[in-house]
């Protein structure tokens, strides 16, 4: 915050893609009184698209932006003269500033930039650089400058083909799983389509039974069974035959 105006500068676009590092390079002005935004007109080169970088105000209506992440994890120097809205970048002559980005950043003294902590892709740092502003910046050269946008710009190309390689690898892993998924479900209609045959060919099996089991019992049981048995019950009895003799005497006659 300058006065009564906050400077927003770049930010996250992440589209929810693991690998997207995308962001802004813009630069928004909100004047607090009023609760107004206006997007600002810059001169000469900004700082790379980026997110997590610092912003510290160091006098001299300038604002110094290190750091940051966007193509890849940052160490650069760039001011901002909110004035004239032109930027510089520079080159620092004291210990090399590791790229990060989350970090921290107080100006001290007047003169001083200390930045804590912040991150890069091996982990975290705890340590404090120092910047001092006053003797140990460098402005880079107009073709110095433009060589660093060239550079830049290879980068960001390189990126950008990394990320389309990505997003192909995963279009073909999603059309893989597809193709898989797809195996899978013409196995288990095939599967179903053997079941519906299996099914049908049993029941013709039982309706042939059936109708072999009808035509014999036709023939031999003309009369249903469980009626016949239920009007005429049936017993066992044993019979006797009496054979009866008849037995002549013949008397003899006197005299025979």
């Not at 760039?78 to 970090?103: C, F, S």
């Not at 099914?199 to 089991?213: G, H, P, R």
Request: a negative charge; hydrophobic letters at 30%; proline letters at 4%.
């Amino acid at each position: 915050m300058v006065g009564r105006k906050i400077y927003i500068f770049g930010g996250a676009n992440s589209t929810g893609y693991r690998n997207d590092t995308s962001g802004f390079c813009d630069l928004y002005e909100l004047d607090v009184d009023t609760m107004t935004w206006t997007e600002c007109e810059t001169h000469s080169i900004p700082p790379p698209p980026c997110y997590g970088h610092t912003a510290t105000f160091i006098g001299d209506n300038k604002i110094l932006y290190f750091g940051g992440k966007g193509y890849k994890d940052l160490n650069t120097l760039h001011t901002l003269d909110i004035k004239t809205m032109e930027w510089k970048q520079y080159a620092y002559a004291g210990n090399p500033l590791v790229p990060r980005w989350g970090h921290s950043a107080s100006l001290h003294n007047g003169s001083r930039v200390l930045i804590y902590g912040g991150r890069a892709f091996h982990g975290y740092y705890e340590t404090i650089d120092v910047i001092d502003v006053s003797s140990q910046l460098i402005e880079m050269k107009p073709e110095e400058a433009a060589k660093e946008k060239i550079r830049r710009k290879q980068e960001e190309k390189a990126k950008q083909r990394e990320a389309m390689n990505n997003l192909q690898n995963s279009v073909q892993e999603l059309q893989s799983v597809i193709s898989q998924l797809g195996e899978e479900l013409v196995n288990q209609k095939k599967h179903v389509a053997a079941l519906i045959t299996a099914i049908n060919t049993v029941q013709a099996e039982n309706f042939s039974l059936k109708k072999k089991v009808d035509e014999l019992t036709g023939e031999t049981l003309p009369l249903d069974l469980a009626s016949l048995t239920g009007s005429l019950p049936i017993s066992s009895s044993s019979s006797s035959t009496t054979a009866t003799t008849t037995t002549t005497t013949v008397t003899p006659t006197p005299g025979q």
